[in-house]
């Protein structure tokens, strides 16, 4: 072909191509900009609905813990429970030098027994503690009260806890923490009045932080100290408004101070879920007080029922007691150990979450007996992915709303502003170390992600002493299949009146592996 007429050719096809181009290249241009555009505009929309939405949550929060009234506290002569019919129980390893003053503030409340259990090798140091208390003997003998030292052969904090239980001869058994500082001798009569309602089964009250006065100086304070204070004054009115709402409480009773029923704990299906409570294949040692909870509120609704002392599937409640008369304290963690105990709980809570609504009592269930907690519960669940969810808006419509974004970070700013200068004013000492409190704040954007990758490690570790940790990361053998009936149970091992030497040792850690029986889904 001729060279001149393929060059005109090619120029006509050209031109073609550049003027398609020309009119294309900007309609795809604008197309894209108003798809962009409008992208923008929906993020800045969800952005704001979901500050919406926690302001709605806030204020409901805010009502239903306004609406919150403690049970009143029976007059002389009408209570149904006195402090003579509890039986206190407290698992202890390597316990602080506090120990011995904590027990004189449980003393002053007059309970029937006090119960400790602890290894066979800490047990000696533990009576010479006790003997070297000033006024303890008098104390005890003076107000008739017993106590007991048992002991197991290995720390495990549920059958420390199964240890002094099968021995309580109260009504009520209160399972108390080593640390726990009762603030009044009127402790047991304010936590013993919602007992007078019989299908209350659990109750519980409120947990303040203990700061002894000589720390109370900004310049001998810790950050881990700030941090713990902050985190434990967040929940109080949490706590006061999920029992207003539907009986419930912020996902578990404080195991630091506990009351239940006796017969609720010594029931043999009761104590043999706990025993063997399965998370991933590793039986959990801690995490006992979400155990509780969970079981109290929801047992009624298990598999397997007939098992239990109450075959027809008692439906027990809470009864939370936020009376000043009530008030427990606890020591806090003044150094870096703060951290390994917070990750312990917020993985204790990640599984307490993924048991409840998953598979017991599931969601549907979960949510026809706490409708608020089982709402909340599931809005902790996806936190992670709200999270990074409203970091990823407010990248995107930072740039082309800079004016209304500046107005919402302001806003939010002015709303934590003032939360934290209550918590400053509350506690002044805390001085230049607020900023652990912020930091404290906003540790969800690692524990949750630490929680996931974490979930399967066990731990229980005591207050004075790392080295004291135990640690359970091997999977049980013959961990059941999920959907498999159980022949039978033998519940021998775990009955008030047998399956306990009497020399003081109980066979729960070295007893033979039993077969699991499928009624426990808190396997997961």
């Known amino acids: 072909m001729n060279p001149i007429i393929m060059d005109k050719v090619a120029r006509g096809l050209s031109n073609v191509s550049m003027e398609r181009l020309n009119g294309v290249i900007?309609?795809?241009?604008?197309?894209?900009?108003?798809?962009?555009?409008?992208?923008?505009?929906?993020?800045?929309?969800?952005?704001?609905?979901?500050?919406?939405?926690?302001?709605?949550?806030?204020?409901?929060?805010?009502?239903?813990?306004?609406?919150?009234?403690?049970?009143?506290?029976?007059?002389?002569?009408?209570?149904?429970?006195?402090?003579?019919?509890?039986?206190?129980?407290?698992?202890?390893?390597?316990?602080?030098?506090?120990?011995?003053?904590?027990?004189?503030?449980?003393?002053?409340?007059?309970?029937?027994?006090?119960?400790?259990?602890?290894?066979?090798?800490?047990?000696?140091?533990?009576?010479?503690?006790?003997?070297?208390?000033?006024?303890?003997?008098?104390?005890?003998?003076?107000?008739?009260?017993?106590?007991?030292?048992?002991?197991?052969?290995?720390?495990?904090?549920?059958?420390?806890?199964?240890?002094?239980?099968?021995?309580?001869?109260?009504?009520?058994?209160?399972?108390?923490?080593?640390?726990?500082?009762?603030?009044?001798?009127?402790?047991?009569?304010?936590?013993?009045?919602?007992?007078?309602?019989?299908?209350?089964?659990?109750?519980?009250?409120?947990?303040?932080?203990?700061?002894?006065?000589?720390?109370?100086?900004?310049?001998?304070?810790?950050?881990?100290?700030?941090?713990?204070?902050?985190?434990?004054?967040?929940?109080?009115?949490?706590?006061?408004?999920?029992?207003?709402?539907?009986?419930?409480?912020?996902?578990?009773?404080?195991?630091?101070?506990?009351?239940?029923?006796?017969?609720?704990?010594?029931?043999?299906?009761?104590?043999?879920?706990?025993?063997?409570?399965?998370?991933?294949?590793?039986?959990?040692?801690?995490?006992?007080?979400?155990?509780?909870?969970?079981?109290?509120?929801?047992q009624h609704l298990l598999p397997h029922i007939e098992y239990s002392n109450f075959p027809e599937g008692r439906a027990w409640k809470l009864g939370m007691q936020f009376d000043p008369r009530a008030t427990v304290q606890t020591s806090l963690l003044a150094s870096s150990r703060f951290a390994d105990q917070s990750k312990r709980w917020f993985r204790s809570g990640l599984r307490l979450r993924l048991t409840c609504l998953l598979f017991e009592p599931g969601f549907s269930k979960f949510r026809q007996t706490a409708p608020y907690m089982s709402r909340k519960m599931m809005g902790g669940m996806l936190s992670p992915l709200f999270t990074y969810y409203r970091l990823y808006l407010w990248l995107m419509v930072w740039l082309l709303f800079p004016k209304i974004v500046l107005c919402l970070l302001l806003y939010v700013l002015y709303n934590y502003f003032f939360n934290l200068q209550a918590f400053y004013k509350e506690f002044p000492y805390v001085g230049k170390k607020i900023w652990a409190a912020v930091v404290a704040d906003h540790l969800y954007f690692v524990t949750d992600i630490y929680s996931w990758l974490t979930l399967p490690l066990e731990s229980w570790s005591n207050r004075s002493s790392p080295t004291a940790s135990v640690v359970t990361q091997a999977p049980v053998a013959q961990a059941p299949v999920m959907g498999q009936v159980p022949t039978e149970l033998n519940p021998v091992p775990f009955t008030s009146s047998t399956g306990v030497d009497l020399d003081g040792k109980i066979p729960y850690d070295k007893m033979a592996p039993q077969p699991l029986p499928t009624f426990n889904k808190w396997q997961f």
Not at 187 to 214: C, H, M, R, T
Not at 248 to 270: A, K, W
Request: hydrophobic residues 40%; aromatic residues 10%; proline residues 5%.
């Open 26 to 298: 900007p309609d795809a241009a604008d197309a894209l900009k108003k798809r962009l555009d409008g992208f923008e505009k929906r993020s800045l929309v969800i952005l704001l609905a979901l500050y919406f939405w926690d302001y709605i949550d806030g204020r409901q929060a805010r009502k239903y813990a306004q609406q919150y009234r403690p049970f009143p506290i029976p007059a002389e002569g009408q209570s149904r429970f006195g402090s003579n019919d509890v039986s206190i129980i407290v698992p202890t390893v390597n316990w602080d030098t506090d120990l011995p003053a904590n027990l004189l503030t449980w003393l002053r409340c007059q309970p029937r027994e006090v119960i400790f259990v602890t290894t066979a090798a800490l047990q000696p140091k533990l009576i010479n503690d006790f003997e070297a208390t000033p006024d303890l003997k008098e104390t005890m003998l003076e107000r008739g009260i017993n106590l007991r030292i048992f002991t197991v052969q290995k720390a495990n904090k549920r059958s420390q806890l199964c240890r002094g239980i099968n021995a309580a001869t109260g009504r009520i058994v209160a399972l108390v923490d080593d640390d726990a500082k009762w603030t009044t001798k009127d402790v047991l009569k304010s936590l013993l009045a919602p007992f007078q309602n019989d299908d209350v089964g659990l109750v519980g009250g409120p947990i303040e932080s203990y700061i002894p006065q000589e720390r109370q100086r900004s310049d001998v304070i810790t950050g881990w100290e700030v941090a713990a204070l902050r985190t434990r004054a967040r929940r109080r009115g949490g706590n006061r408004a999920f029992f207003a709402a539907d009986g419930s409480t912020n996902f578990t009773v404080s195991g630091l101070t506990m009351l239940l029923r006796t017969e609720i704990v010594q029931d043999p299906y009761f104590q043999f879920l706990f025993m063997h409570d399965m998370f991933q294949g590793v039986r959990q040692n801690t995490g006992d007080d979400g155990f509780i909870t969970r079981y109290v509120l929801f």
